[in-house]
Structure formats: C-alpha cells, structure tokens
C-alpha cells in the first residue's frame, strides 16, 4: 500500500501565529484515516493547507505522486480530492440534485456522470426521494448525507471531510459512520477530521492526534482506542510535552 | 385617461432600462459581495460606441448592438482583470473604492475621447406609434421592452441551463463550497463582469435612442439609479432587479406626472433611503431576514500612523503662515483653496476612518453650510463674521439629523444610504425655490470680511482659512486622544464587541457626524463667501469623491493625512496645469493605484 496523501514538514502561520510545526501525516490509498485533536490544534488548517485554500509557509503536499502545494483549489479538485466542508456548505437556494451535479463540476463524462448519480443515489436513497427538494430547507443529518454524496459525484480518489457527525443527532452520526464505511469499501480513501475520538477510531484504519500544531500520537486505530493518553490528548492535552 | 396610458407605458421602458442596468448588478454583488460604482461609467461607454458606429460607420441597428456587446464584454473583463482582481483579500471597502476609481477612469476617457458635449443618437427605428386605448406606444417602446424580455430570458436561461450559469449560482450562494467544487471563482468573476457589463452598454445605447441625446455625465445617474432599484428588489436577487426596477420607472413616471419633472430624481432617491431604511434586504425577502450586512470584520485598512519627526509639524506650519509674504496672488489663491479642501477632508476623514461610516454624500455638508451662510447674510442680513460659525452649527445639527436614520446602517449601506441623503438635499435645494430660489443660485453673496475687517482679498482670505482649519485640526486631535476618540474607534473596530460594553453607538455616531458636520459646514460656508455666488451643481456627488480620495490619500482617520491628502491633490494638478483636462482621470488613477499598492495612505490610518 502506498501513500495518496502525503504531507511533510508543514509549517502553517495565521499572521504571526504559528498553527502547525513540522506537521507530517501520510494517508494511504483505501483506508480511512482520522485526525483527531482539541480546539484550536490545528485540524482544520490542516484541511485547508489540503484543499489549497491556505498555504503553508514551508513544507509539501503531495497527492497521488504529483506535488500540490500552492495550487489553487479547484485544480486540486480536478486531480481527484473531494471536500465535505465543514458546517457542509451545501448550496441553499439549489435543489439536491442540483448540488449533487455541482459534485461533477470538474467533470465533462456525461454518462459517468448519470452512473454516478444513480450510484450514490442508491447509496443514499433518502436523497433520491427530495432531489427537486431545495437543500436549504433539510435537516441537518440530510444536509451532512447530501454534503457526502455531492463529494462523491466528483468521483475522487480521496475524500476530505471536516467534521462530519459535527451537530448531528446520536441516530445519524451512526448511519453517517456507516455511510463512511460504504464509501471506502467501494475503493475511495477517506481522511477526515473529527473532534469525537471514539466514535472516528471505531471506524478508521490509521489515526493521528494532533495537539498545538504538533502530531502527538498516532498508530493504528485498534492500538490509539486502548492508549490512554489519547483521552488526555484529545481532551485538549492539560499535559505539555 | 390617455395620459396615464402613456405615463405607463413610458414607465415601463424606463423600468426595462433600469433592468438592464439593476440585473448586472444584482450578479456582480452576487459574486463579489460587491457594490459596483463603475457600472454606470460602462452605460456611458455603450451609448458612446453605439453612437460611434451609426456615426462613423453607419451600422444598422443589429450591428449596432454587437458593436455595443464586443467592447462593453472587454470592458468588463478588462474591469475585474486588471482593477479588481489583485484586491481579493484586502480590507473589505477596497474592491468599493476602486470600482469609483474606475468610474472616474471610465468616465473622463469618454469624455477625452468623445468631449463632455451632448450627443445626438441616430433613431435606428421606424417611428411610427400604434394606437392603443387612446394612448400610444411607438416602435421604439417595443423594441426596449423587447430587448428587456429577451435578455431577462437569455439570462434566466443561461444561468439555470448552463454550467457558467450553475457555478455563478453557486458561487453567489457559497464562493468557498464552490471552489472545493472545482469552480474557478476568478473565471465566474470575469464572465459575471462581462454579463452585467453588456447589460449596462445595451441600456446606454437604448437610453440615448430613447432620449435622443447622450453626454458623459449620464453615468452617475446610471449608476444612482441601478442601485435604487437593486436595493429595492433586495441586493444580489436577480428577479428582484427586475422588479425593483419596474416599480422604480413606474414610481418615477407617475411621480413626474403628478408633480413635474424636476421631482423625478427627488422620488427615486427618497425610495432609496426609505426602502434602507425599513426594507434594507429588499421586497421580497422576509422582514426578519438577517443584519443587513453579509460583511463582518473590519472595513478599511489598517496599519500605524507615520511618525514624523518632531519639528515637521511646527516648520511646515511657519512656512504656511508666512506665504503670503511672498506676494504671490496665484499661489496664495491655491493655498486657500487647499486649505478650504482640507477642512472637508479633516471632518470626512473622522466620520469614514475613525468611526468607520464611509460617506459618499459629505459634498452635501458643504452645501448646507454654504446655503445656510449665504442665506444668513443675504436675507437676514446677519455680518458673515456671526453667519459662518452660525452655518457650521445648523450643519451640524441639519447633517446629523438627516444621516440620524441611517445610523444603523454598515459598510456598503452606509455609503448607499449618505449618497442618496446628499443627492436629496441637492434635489431639495433645487426644488425649494422659494428659500434658495432654485435654479437660479444663491448671488452676491457678501464677501468674507470679520468685524468690519475686510477678508475678501486673497491673503485674507488664506489667512482666515489657515487660522480656522488650524483651530479644527488641534480640536480634532484633542477629540481623538480622548475617551470620546477610543469610542469611536472601538465602534468601527468591532460594533458588536462596543455595545456589548454599554456603547450607545448611536450617541456617539451623531456626535461624530455633528463635529463632521461643523467642520465641512464652516468649509461650504466659506467658500460660499468666497465664490459669491453657489448653486445646487456647485457641491456635487464628484465633490464627495473628490473628498474621499483626500482621505485616502491622507490615510483614513490621520488628522495630518487630511490636510496633506488635500494639499496634494489640490495643489498638485495647478503645478501641471498643462494637464487640466486629465485632472479627473489623474484623480481616479491616483486612486486606484493608492488603494492597489498602499491602502493605508501617505501618513497611514489612525
């Protein structure tokens, strides 16, 4: 198994404060793969440096043996990463089907592209029933489940999600790590970010936690679920060193 | 009855006009998240190249119109390309500034171009008229409202049929979910300008058929009226454009019916503060829609103020007193008028850089100020030495009064909302015939003269002003060293985070506005006395850019930077007097380099 994402020695800043500190993470081709952390440790900066959206100051990005620091987003869209956004930032005023072609942007197949939808619609047959539905006036489970089909409708290679059971009901956090499973089982590499260490360990292969800026632990999921420091770390590490 | 037809109907194609114009806004601010000021300057640059290829070519109507698409398109890509693009990530009223900067650019290269003089545009249409009901709809109306429909079609098409149309959708409703799309944000960016801006060239050329004349002054107008009736549909909604643009032609044909045609602007500039005032999110969206303001964080730039060596201010200022032993008329009529200048600036620089309301209506203060002086002296007889501080009070108070309403107003609004109040009062002057008696102007204003000692020669007059904006500089400084300074500055900082500490912003905004409004009332009342004679053109809407140019120049907020800013800007076009006619083109490029490559001034914002 080899690495589709790689990050090495990346030194992030927001104005003069410095987020990440040599940060280093690989995320190899089919598995999931969690970062997990505290407030503030620098998880979602991390998502951007990925997604192109803020540059680091020093070190590399390297996706699918191509360099990708520095490149605008929708190019590092184009080489196959899809995003599910923070907060998911669906389009509101468009309907669900039209969020889910917004996914297929960067594509022009389009047959590939009704495949697809038929594909991710049986993966979410709860959409298939609200697609001339605006996606504004969802719930938030349907919102996160539209925001992870819309990712697939780009076809990546991998997927970034930021957050995804992030303010939503004990019920769909459930079927959304199932929904998680189901889409890497069909051969697409998952990194996400989740502040809930437990229930993200249960599902991933490999872990990172990442405490100021630093990653201070990682491992395989099943070893990071019985290692006690991974409560101190992720409750936002009272520990220093 | 057949009036009303016809006043109908005549609203009608000037609601179609004001489409084409609202619609390209309603995208651009879609998009950008941006107030475009220059898009009435592309209007002119239509009818202008419409004009040209009947003129020069003789094009028939079809040719016309492409003539008018190919370069309004360039326009607008050359719009975002080169002066928008670079300031993505810059303070928020940057991208604001430069679309004003590149107004001026467009507007005086028309005029180099083409001369200031009115032109006539050829009637590319048969002019027969049909009778309908007793009143009568011509050729012409039809081919407006045929070109409305059609583009209000060809658009609704475009942007729910086409990929571009879906990633401009898109990008309006999340710019950042649709990067991580795969859309290129700067490429919506660009087709967007080049969409709205065909829109406003054809609503140029079809506005000069219309009327059958156009000159370059028209854009301001464009523009003014753009806004109203995308504020009225609610900014960025496209269909509300439209809509707010027909009760906009419709309000403003009747208006003119029942009241004359002098109202005309009166009834849409009023529509425009009443709908910010109680309907600030348009029409059509729900009264409890969110704040008003989709821009948080801070407007203007920020940085430290320059710090000059001690012995600058004291030397420079030696040497301001002294001119006038030199015996140089020329240069002393110069230094006065900076001077003048520069008493605008100092209260425009405390209103829009310390507490963060950028006015584009401050012309409007000196107006009052110079009405008030000059009606003071000349009605009821009052010595100019009591009538000029007795202007900058009733500006103060007048000026306060008028914005009051606007006080909960941020960022784009602000701006929105004082250039309607100042197009009001000017509108007011010029219809309240039987206080400032119109049209005519106010004449013979009694020159400046204090206690019996005549001011009204050139040295007295540049000393005068020197004394005064001395005396409101060092009581500027006093008020922002104080805790009433630290309040004002808290408010533009962080409005939330001020009254979450017991700030009643609206006190100390009026109190901001008050000293504003005194210091450019003294400004308008002197130069009243001055000139002898003003009218309701003397203090326009370039004035307050003028102003705001100054300020920016200067560096936002900075005392010092006013006065240099005004200095400069006054000053500088005398010493090349060779290039009088590029004055206002050297005024827009200064601005927008300024705001391109230093933001924070000469002297830095405060």
Redesign the interface.
């Known amino acids: 198994m080899s690495a589709l994402l790689e990050l090495q020695g990346l030194n992030s800043f927001y104005g003069p404060v410095q987020v990440h500190f040599e940060l280093s993470l690989e995320v190899r081709q089919g598995q999931i793969v969690c970062l997990l952390g505290g407030n503030a440790s620098g998880k979602s900066t991390t998502m951007k440096s990925i997604l192109g959206l803020q540059r680091p100051r020093s070190g590399s990005i390297r996706f699918d043996g191509a360099d990708i620091t520095g490149l605008p987003t929708p190019r590092i869209i184009r080489r196959g990463i899809g995003s599910v956004p923070e907060a998911r930032r669906l389009f509101p005023a468009m309907t669900v089907r039209e969020n889910l072609l917004m996914g297929a942007y960067a594509r022009s197949d389009k047959p590939g592209i009704a495949a697809d939808e038929a594909r991710v619609l049986a993966l979410f047959p709860r959409l298939a029933e609200r697609l001339a539905q605006r996606a504004g006036t969802m719930s938030g489970g349907e919102q996160q489940m539209l925001a992870m089909a819309r990712a697939l409708m780009g076809r990546p290679k991998l997927i970034c999600m930021d957050e995804p059971t992030m303010g939503l009901s004990p019920l769909f956090v459930d079927r959304v790590l199932e929904l998680i499973q189901a889409i890497n089982r069909e051969g697409v590499t998952v990194f996400m970010v989740e502040q809930n260490a437990s229930l993200a360990l249960a599902i991933a292969h490999h872990g990172y936690v990442l405490q100021a800026g630093r990653i201070a632990l990682q491992g395989a999921a099943g070893d990071l679920l019985q290692d006690h420091r991974i409560r101190d770390a992720y409750l936002g590490g009272a520990a220093t060193g | 009855m057949s009036a009303w037809f016809d006043y109908t109907v005549n609203g009608f194609v000037i609601g179609n006009i004001y489409a084409l114009l609202a619609v390209g806004l309603a995208l651009i601010y879609g998009v950008a998240n941006l107030v475009n000021f220059a898009h009435g300057s592309v209007y002119v640059v239509g009818a202008y190249i419409g004009w040209a290829a009947i003129t020069h070519l003789g094009t028939p109507l079809p040719l016309t119109l492409l003539c008018v698409v190919v370069v309004c398109a360039l326009v607008g890509v050359a719009i975002e390309r080169i002066g928008l693009r670079a300031l993505q990530g810059s303070s928020r009223i940057a991208p604001l500034l430069a679309t004003i900067g590149i107004g001026l650019v467009l507007d005086q290269v028309v005029q180099l171009v083409w001369s200031p003089d009115p032109r006539a545009v050829p009637m590319q249409v048969p002019e027969w008229r049909i009778a309908i009901g007793g009143g009568t709809i011509g050729a012409l109306d039809l081919l407006i409202a045929g070109i409305g429909c059609s583009s209000a079609a060809v658009l609704y098409g475009f942007l729910r049929f086409t990929?571009l149309g879906?990633?401009v959708?898109?990008t309006a409703?999340?710019s950042?979910?649709?990067?991580?799309?795969?859309?290129?944000?700067n490429r919506v960016n660009m087709a967007v300008f080049a969409i709205a801006s065909v829109l406003s060239g054809i609503s140029g050329l079809l506005v000069g058929m219309y009327y059958n004349q156009i000159n370059p002054a028209m854009s301001f107008e464009a523009t003014l009226k753009g806004i109203v009736a995308l504020i009225i549909g609610g900014l960025g909604n496209v269909p509300g454009a439209i809509a707010g643009s027909l009760i906009l032609g419709l309000t403003e044909s009747y208006g003119i019916a029942l009241f004359g045609t002098s109202y005309r602007n009166l009834f849409a500039f009023v529509l425009l503060v009443a709908m910010l005032l109680w309907r600030p999110n348009g029409l059509f969206a729900p009264r409890r829609a969110a704040a008003p303001e989709p821009m948080v964080g801070t407007f203007i730039a920020r940085s430290l103020p320059v710090k000059l060596p001690r012995w600058v201010v004291p030397v420079v200022l030696l040497a301001a007193a002294l001119l006038p032993l030199l015996n140089q008329p020329y240069l002393l009529q110069i230094g006065a008028n900076s001077l003048m200048y520069a008493m605008l600036a100092l209260s425009l620089t405390l209103v829009a850089g310390t507490v963060g309301q950028v006015s584009l209506g401050h012309a409007a203060l000196l107006a009052i100020g110079g009405y008030a002086s000059g009606l003071l002296a000349l009605d009821a007889g009052w010595p100019v030495a009591l009538a000029i501080p007795a202007a900058g009070l009733i500006t103060a108070g007048l000026g306060t009064a008028l914005v009051w309403p606007a006080f909960r107003l941020t960022g784009h609004y602000v701006s929105i909302a004082t250039l309607g109040i100042g197009e009001i009062v000017s509108l007011v002057i010029l219809n309240w015939t039987g206080l400032t008696r119109g049209a005519i102007g106010l004449g013979g204003i009694p020159p400046l003269e204090l206690f019996g000692v005549d001011l009204g020669s050139v040295q007295g007059t540049y000393w005068l002003c020197l004394v005064v904006l001395v005396l409101l500089a060092l009581l500027q400084l006093r008020l922002l060293s104080s805790h009433l300074g630290r309040t004002w500055r808290a408010i533009r900082d962080d409005s939330v985070a001020a009254r979450s500490h017991g700030v009643g912003e609206d006190r100390y905004k009026a109190l901001a506005f008050g000293y504003g409004g005194f210091a450019a009332g003294i400004s308008g009342a002197i130069t009243a006395h001055v000139y002898s004679y003003i009218n309701h053109e003397t203090f326009g809407a370039s004035l307050s850019v003028l102003a705001l140019t100054m300020v920016i120049l200067g560096g936002m907020g900075n005392v010092l930077g006013a006065v240099l800013g005004a200095t400069l800007l006054i000053a500088l076009p005398e010493a090349f007097r060779a290039l009088a006619e590029y004055r206002i083109l050297i005024y827009g490029v200064v601005l927008l380099l300024l705001i391109r490559f230093r933001p924070q001034g000469l002297m830095g914002t405060v």
Not at chain 2, 176 to 185: E, K, L, R, T, Y
């Open positions: 990929k879906w990633a959708r898109a409703q999340d950042d979910a649709a990067q991580q799309m795969g859309v290129d944000i």
